[in-house]
């Protein structure tokens, strides 16, 4: 364990304040950040973890105490001072990188099977979510543990009937394991945000045989689009949706947020085995 000093010392030293713009929130207090590290488990030692929105650097000391080699990509440059100061108590163990994150192409970065490890900023969470999830099968990234705000983890989570039911749940859950580990108070910020955080883990899982994602991404739009509709109005703009129905033993006359995740992968099953395949590329 290597001494890291109070990061509320950190923040004043560097002149350090939460932007609001970039969606930034402080998380002050070590022991929470060295549990939010350990969700992985012991697997991190030694291994590659990807990071984004450092900020002050508490998260990433927490993994850099771990045992981690971090990648942390960060677009505040008034933060990378801070995180300059842990790459020297970490000789070799840090890579900083100033960008967008939703500008950067993570496998070159960190290669396949790294774990990202992030308190997300709030404006690009759910997008960079959505893109990792849409990675080709098995994913670069072995594990997924991210802090959001409270109500877009119940959506990650949720099942079929759930207020919180819809788009995400089925990207998150047709071929991957979400859970929220625990909830965060709004007091464990800088500044406190006016919600309440909580920290979710994800594995992947075996991808569904015969399944194009874009074609249940396609699904999903037009059904929980207009979710509080039966599925016989919602989905007739998608080709060969409702012929599909009775032989799945899907009523048309369900919504969207009663038909399981299984149930849209079946459906998606069908339809991606009578799309035509993609043009051949010429030479």
Partial sequence: MTALPPLREVIARHGLT???????NFLLDRQLLARIAAIPGDLLHGQSVYEVGPGPGGLTGALLDA???VTAVERDRRCLPALAELAELFPGHLTLIEEDALKVTEEPLVGRGAHVVSNLPY???TALLLRWLAADWLPWWSSLTLM???EVAERIVAGPGDDAYGRLAVAAQWRATPRIEFPVHRSAFVPPPRVTSAVVHIVPAAEPAGVTHAVLERLTAAAFG???KMLRQSLKSVEGALDALPALGIAAERRAETVSV???VALARVLSSSSPPPPESRP
């Fill in 18 to 24: 939460a932007s609001k713009a970039l969606g930034q």
């Fill in 67 to 69: 045992g981690a080699r």
């Fill in 123 to 125: 404006n690009v969470g």
């Fill in 148 to 150: 959001f705000q409270k």
């Fill in 226 to 228: 207009q979710r509080r």
């Fill in 262 to 264: 299984d149930e849209w």
